[in-house]
């Protein structure tokens, strides 16, 4: 596993104002972000064993940040 965290303007390279302007304009959009970025950093703790954690509960968390990323792709493709 990749011990670096997923950014969001990795995972969608080119679309870094286009996140920003949706976090603006978009509350539950902004949420997605946060939502991502709090279990990013969770599952990067538990890669780097920062956080100990079982590997049902560090999968469970690579799941969650899979969906949350799919939500602002979705969002991402539908410009709004």
């Known amino acids: 596993m ?3 965290p997923h950014d969001l ?12 302007a949706l976090k ?7 949420k997605l972000v ?6 990013n950093r969770a599952v990067h703790r538990a890669e780097s064993r920062v956080d100990a954690v079982s590997e049902e509960t ?3 968390l690579r799941r969650k940040r ?5 939500h602002i792709a979705h969002h991402l493709a539908q410009g709004a």
């Open 24 to 30: 603006q304009a978009n509350a539950h959009f902004a």
């Open 66 to 70: 899979m969906q949350i990323k799919d």
């Open 58 to 60: 560090e999968a469970a």
């Open 9 to 20: 303007t990795e995972s969608f390279p080119g679309q870094a104002e286009t996140i920003h």
């Open 2 to 4: 990749s011990n670096t």
């Open 34 to 39: 946060e939502q991502y970025v709090e279990v």
